[in-house]
């Protein structure tokens, strides 16, 4: 089971509303935590929610819009002030670098630390934007208007456990053949006995799947993303009544995104991005539940575990 949790900071629009921030979302994990969006006042939640500034190592935006950025200054000038070292990644579309460099304080070598930008160029399939041993990042186009991407965080396969003492028992004592058992080769015991590793290693799972996918009308991209996902936390700024107006202004209704979440067969779906018009969603997780039943409103500061569902196939 993943130790993984999605922290929701910020669920509203463009517009400010009170008890809705502006988007961002933390992906938490044991070692670090990734920042999906930085909207106006994301550090002031992070520190709402107990999530330690020094333990974001990445941060990706999906587009340039202010209510997706406007928090990423301030979020790093802090870190500058608190005397950060370690390195920072920043991906997003072409012209993030150039907005914060032109910033107070934060243009090249004003920091305390390095910023690395991955700008992303109008990908029309997904490509790995960061990667270590324990999960991988996707980016792919979507379509709002403007450059703009989603993002797919995958976990990485986890191996099941050495019972150490079945393994002795059958006469494995080199520690050289524990090792070997563990990544799946056969080893001969001190009997002369052969030791498969399916005998004394656990059954491996598989790591759990999030996709987040910002402000975009319905498309191929969001669809791609998705699949198979155990969370897709999808953006639902318009009720079904103005289906014409989202798709006018490059966002989706809740149905909308519903209709992704039931083609890609993700395990949940959490709304996100409601339009300030809306001081009552309920109609909106309503409607969207009319076509994919497992869905529920973001709530800020709530902890949602990452835990692996069984998903099928998704729909082509």
């Known amino acids: 089971m993943s130790s993984t949790e999605i922290v929701p900071l910020g669920t509203g629009s463009a517009?400010?509303?009170q008890g809705r921030s502006f988007s961002s979302v933390a992906v938490v994990r044991p070692e670090e935590t990734l920042l999906f969006d930085c909207g106006e006042g994301t550090q002031a939640r992070l520190i709402d929610s107990r999530i330690r500034f020094s333990r974001i190592k990445s941060i990706f935006l999906t587009h340039l819009h202010g209510d997706h950025i406007f928090g990423l200054p301030g979020l790093l000038s802090t870190m500058s002030l608190l005397?950060?070292?370690q390195a920072m990644r920043v991906v997003g579309p072409i012209g993030i670098?150039?907005?914060v460099e032109t910033m107070p304080g934060l243009g090249p070598g004003q920091t305390s630390f390095d910023i690395d930008f991955i700008q992303l160029d109008d990908n029309d399939r997904r490509i790995v934007?960061?990667?270590t041993d324990s999960y991988r990042v996707f980016a792919r186009s979507v379509d709002h208007g403007v450059p703009a991407y989603g993002y797919r965080y995958e976990e990485s396969t986890k191996q099941g456990n050495l019972d150490v003492e079945r393994a002795r028992s059958m006469g494995v004592t080199r520690f050289e053949d524990f090792r070997r058992l563990k990544t799946g080769d056969s080893v001969v015991g001190d009997g002369g006995n052969v030791v498969r590793s399916e005998e004394v290693v656990g059954a491996s799972s598989p790591g759990g799947v999030f996709a987040y996918v910002g402000d975009t009308r319905p498309c191929e991209g969001s669809l791609d993303l998705a699949k198979g996902a155990d969370i897709l936390y999808h953006e639902a700024t318009f009720a079904a009544d103005l289906t014409q107006r989202a798709a006018e202004t490059g966002h989706s209704t809740a149905v909308d995104a519903a209709r992704i979440a039931?083609?890609?067969r993700v395990g949940r779906l959490l709304?996100?991005?409601f339009s300030s018009r809306y001081s009552d969603i309920g109609m909106l997780i309503e409607e969207a539940r009319s076509d994919f039943l497992d869905t529920e409103a973001a709530v800020e500061l709530q902890r949602y575990a990452l835990q692996r569902s069984e998903t099928e196939e998704a729909d082509q």
């Open 83 to 85: 005397q950060r070292g």
């Open 271 to 273: 709304l996100s991005h």
């Open 262 to 264: 039931r083609r890609a």
């Open 97 to 99: 670098q150039r907005i």
């Open 129 to 131: 934007v960061h990667e």
């Open 15 to 17: 517009v400010p509303t």
